[in-house]
């Protein structure tokens, strides 16, 4: 079975970067839709990224557009999230998430993701 982890988060200043990455044990990761999810204190979990198995084609939610990117690194086996101009609403416990169906890449919908790891946390404050 697929045995997801992420790593990668902490503290960070506005304005400021992170990358988080994705690994897997025991599948390769170039056989999944790989996704982020998120879930910000007191808020649902929002579908932030995703990354198809097919084509490669990537996906973002609005609120983020323009600031992260998704990339898959095959010979590492590893997904990344890599986040640039963080604000303080992008607070939250990061998930990724994988599926062997594409389906649910384009509309950034975690209800379809069949695998999770277990988050990591981001904290953007001064």
């Known amino acids: 079975q697929v045995q997801l982890m992420e790593s990668g988060g902490g503290l960070v200043e506005p304005g400021g970067s992170l990358r988080l990455s994705c690994t897997a044990s025991g599948v390769s990761l170039r056989d999944y839709a790989i996704g982020w999810v998120r879930q910000a204190p007191g808020k649902e979990r929002e579908g932030v990224s995703c990354i198809s198995s097919s084509d490669g084609s990537t996906y973002y939610a609005d609120s983020v557009k323009g600031r992260f990117t998704i990339s898959r690194d095959n010979a590492k086996n590893t997904v990344y999230l890599q986040m640039n101009s963080l604000k303080p609403e992008d607070t939250a416990v990061y998930y990724c998430?994988?599926?062997?169906?594409?389906?649910?890449?384009?509309?950034?919908?975690?209800?379809?993701?069949?695998?999770w790891g277990k988050g990591t946390l981001v904290t953007v404050s001064s």
């Open positions: 998430a994988a599926t062997p169906y594409d389906s649910s890449c384009s509309a950034l919908d975690y209800y379809g993701m069949d695998y």
